[in-house]
T-cell receptor, first 110, second 114 residues
Framework: TQLLEQSPQFLSIQEGENLTVYCNSS?????LQWYRQEPGEGPVLLVT?????EVKKLKRLTFQFGDARKDSSLHITAAQPGDTGLYLC??????????FGTGTRLQVTL | GAVVSQHPSRVICKSGTSVKIECRSL??????MFWYRQFPKKSLMLMAT?????????EQGVEKDKFLINHASLTLSTLTVTSAHPEDSSFYIC??????????FGQGTRLTVV
């Protein structure tokens, strides 16, 4: 059973469109991280959300941590082809182990 | 950010042979290193956690005799896939972290067993 379920699994949109990716769980987390991974490379950390209800912005990306700290969302405004990649939420558990969600593949076309 | 180097980036080996993948933290000492496996278009699955000087801790379902992990120093961990078979073909990624800091990832190794 995957602790972190992401939706949608795959999203194909055109440049300029907006989108939201969701990361859901029945567990409560002290924090969640979001990563982006491009093909053939390792994931790169985008943001860490810590406080319930917290909203963080990174240029066109807006991250929100649910009030109950069980879920998180990533909203991208005016998507660009450079946003294409695999988006992963993750949490740090016991022994500092980083566990990833199921992932959302985003494809942005011209 | 810190740099984690993984080598090789791609390797093709014959069925039955062993392959070693190296993970180095170039500019910091990593108290813990992690090894992940990733199937095409899927998320990363944690295989094992290694701490310098001690035996690796494997996740449930991961064969420790198949995937040998050695963490000989604070800057180097190795993953050896022994007696590789085509089903071991995958993308393997390491990460390293210092105490209570974020994890940094290597660029991954694409293993193809023919």
């Amino acid at each position: 059973t995957q602790l972190l379920e992401q939706s949608p699994q795959f999203l194909s949109i055109q440049e300029g469109e907006n989108l939201t990716v969701y990361c859901n769980s029945s567990s409560v987390f002290s924090s969640l991280q979001w990563y982006r991974q491009e093909p053939g490379e390792g994931p790169v950390l985008l943001v860490t959300v810590v406080t319930g209800g917290e909203v963080k912005k990174l240029k066109r990306l807006t991250f929100q941590f649910g009030d109950a700290r069980k879920d998180s969302s990533l909203h991208i405004t005016a998507a660009q082809p450079g946003d294409t990649g695999l988006y992963l939420c993750a949490f740090t558990g016991t022994a500092s182990k980083l566990t990833f969600g199921t992932g959302t593949r985003l494809q942005v076309t011209l | 950010g810190a740099v984690v180097s993984q080598h090789p980036s791609r390797v093709i080996c014959k069925s039955g042979t062993s392959v070693k993948i190296e993970c180095r933290s170039l500019d910091f000492q990593a108290t813990t290193m992690f090894w992940y496996r990733q199937f095409p278009k899927k998320s990363l699955m944690l295989m094992a956690t290694s701490n310098e000087g001690s035996k690796a801790t494997y996740e449930q379902g991961v064969e420790k005799d198949k995937f040998l992990i050695n963490h000989a120093s604070l800057t180097l961990s190795t993953l050896t896939v022994t007696s590789a078979h085509p089903e071991d073909s995958s993308f393997y990624i390491c990460s390293a972290r210092r105490l209570r800091t974020e994890a940094f990832f290597g660029q991954g190794t694409r293993l193809t067993v023919v």
